[in-house]
């Protein structure tokens, strides 16, 4: 049986933490832009460690396992 638990929360992920898509931290033009579509290198790099940190918490720190099959 594989877990699906990594491949679910980093698509889940991805797609909430786009950056430009919801919101954009640090924004292009205030600290935080909502549903922009549009994003810089600061944005990309801030997104990326959110990610990473969330991912991280989700998948080691809580256990989250999803079995398929």
């Known amino acids: 049986m594989a877990d699906w638990a990594p491949v679910v929360v ?3 992920l991805f797609v909430l933490l786009s950056p430009g898509l919801l919101f954009e931290m640090p924004g292009s ?7 922009g579509l549009h994003t810089n290198g600061k944005a ?3 997104h990326t460690l959110l990610f990473f ?4 918490i989700l ?3 809580l ?3 999803i079995y398929a099959g």
């Open 10 to 12: 980093g698509v889940v």
């Open 29 to 35: 033009h205030r600290h935080v832009d909502f549903g």
């Open 44 to 46: 990309i790099f801030v």
């Open 53 to 56: 940190a969330a991912f991280t």
């Open 59 to 61: 998948t080691l720190a």
């Open 63 to 65: 256990h989250i396992h």
